[in-house]
């Protein structure tokens, strides 16, 4: 598709990491940060060129090998700070 394709190409180099999983029964719970420098305009910011990380929580429940429910939690008010957009 020619507009993913050039979505993929805007898109900066982008760290993913894994902090902590947790297990129990059908439902996982990931906490993870997502890493990437500030390139584009974010939230009316413009580019600031720091790094910015997103803290981000997963909680995943399945059933019967598939996923039913998908929640995420990001801590978008860290990131404002980070750029400058929030003090």
Not at 3 to 20: G, K, N
Not at 38 to 44: I, S
Request: charged fraction near 30%; glycine fraction near 4%.
């Amino acid at each position: 598709c020619e507009l993913s394709t050039q979505r993929l190409e805007r898109v900066p180099r982008i760290l993913y990491s894994v902090s902590r999983t947790i297990a129990q029964g059908d439902t996982v719970v990931v906490e993870c940060v997502f890493k990437e420098d500030h390139k584009e305009e974010l939230m009316r910011t413009a580019p600031t060129n720091r790094k910015r990380a997103l803290p981000i929580a997963l909680v995943v429940d399945f059933r019967e090998g598939k996923i039913q429910k998908w929640d995420s939690c990001f801590d978008v008010a860290s990131v404002l700070k980070q750029i400058g957009a929030m003090p």
